[in-house]
């Protein structure tokens, strides 16, 4: 009677082993993986970062997220959020940085702002301020930081337009951060390639856009420390 007892446990412990190992079988492979890390990109911007004059999901914003989805290594996938607004200032991003950082809690930002700044003539001194505080405020979370440079038209005198892309080079070094030197590198100076407004790149020059975010961020992608030295 007990070895008869014995083999029926041991059958049923057969089979109920067997119903795990098909489950498993049958999961599918994204299934499979054990908590997959996922990494959060804030993208903190300007018009330039929010599609101004675009159709939805043309801008280099939404070609990241899908250049991001098609490269992921497997172990890590990326989450991007677009908190870009038109017409933002250095002083108007950093009013509510803070709050961004908190709500998104990123692992990753993407600084783009002071175009507006430049334009307005505003002081070149107060941007980097602006910025400067942003950045610390990242660093102090340590979030990987991803500064996007800027330059402006020579019209507004030789000494300001060489200040002004010179701040985002000392901002860089300072903090020893990854930077983009200038957004709008291969679009600037090519009608073709901007809006009527003169200022915002059409739909086709925004794959430029990403390609000059990309060949650093890539590297910021694959630094655990986030930086480039």
């Not at 599609?51 to 989450?79: D, F, H, I, M």
């Not at 002004?164 to 080079?169: G, P, R």
Request: net charge positive; no cysteine.
């Amino acid at each position: 009677m007990y070895s008869r007892f014995l083999g029926v446990l041991l059958l049923n412990w057969l089979l109920g082993f067997s119903l795990i190992v098909t489950a498993l079988v049958a999961m599918p492979v994204s299934a499979k993986l054990i908590n997959p890390s996922t990494q959060t990109i804030l993208v903190f911007g300007d018009s330039l970062s929010a599609s101004y004059g675009l159709p939805q999901g043309q801008g280099w914003v939404a070609l990241l997220e899908t250049k991001l989805a098609q490269n992921q290594a497997g172990k890590t996938t990326y989450k991007v959020i677009n908190a870009s607004i038109s017409g933002e200032t250095t002083s108007g991003g950093l009013a509510r940085f803070s709050a961004a950082l908190a709500t998104h809690k990123p692992n990753i930002v993407i600084l783009e702002l002071g175009a507006n700044d430049g334009l307005r003539g505003l002081p070149i001194t107060e941007m980097q301020a602006n910025l400067n505080q942003m950045i610390a405020q990242a660093k102090a979370k340590k979030i990987k930081l991803l500064l996007i440079g800027m330059k402006i038209p020579p019209n507004y005198g030789l000494k300001y337009t060489k200040n002004f892309s010179t701040a985002y080079i000392n901002l860089a070094k300072q903090y020893n951060i990854a930077l983009v030197p200038f957004l709008l590198e291969g679009v600037a100076g090519k009608p073709e390639l901007i809006q009527a407004d003169g200022l915002h790149p059409i739909a086709a020059a925004q794959p430029q856009l990403l390609d000059n975010v990309w060949k650093v961020l890539a590297k910021l992608l694959n630094n655990p420390v986030g930086l480039l030295r």
